[in-house]
């Protein structure tokens, strides 16, 4: 004995095979916008660190290099041959403090 569906059930039957496309490609739409957000967030942080990463190596040797000047003018100081000339000038490529940008 095969039971024969109702008319609800019918129904059903054809709303559950023409909805489940739909959402379906609703799903898939949301879950691709929200991949191609991520994706150009992460292209902009990579972006922003590698800025940051040059910025840093720049400040790196800025602070070395006035290291050097300092403590060559220390040690030449402390012997007493203190060479005025050669030591009145900050090196040349020492940025001045409103000059570094962050």
Do not use: C, H, W
């Not at 150009?40 to 800025?51: C, M, P, R, T, Y």
């Not at 000339?85 to 900050?90: C, E, G, S, T, Y």
């Amino acid at each position: 004995m095969s039971q024969t569906p109702t008319k609800d059930e019918a129904i059903v039957s054809v709303l559950i095979k023409y909805i489940q496309p739909v959402l379906l490609t609703i799903l898939g739409t949301f879950i691709y916008s929200m991949i191609s957000e991520m994706k150009s967030d992460v292209k902009q942080l990579l972006v922003n660190q590698s800025a940051n990463q040059i910025r840093i190596e720049t400040l790196q040797q800025d602070v070395s290099q006035l290291k050097e000047f300092v403590y060559s003018e220390e040690y030449s100081s402390s012997k007493g041959k203190r060479d005025e000339k050669k030591n009145d000038k900050p090196p040349m490529s020492a940025k001045k403090e409103d000059e570094i940008t962050l």
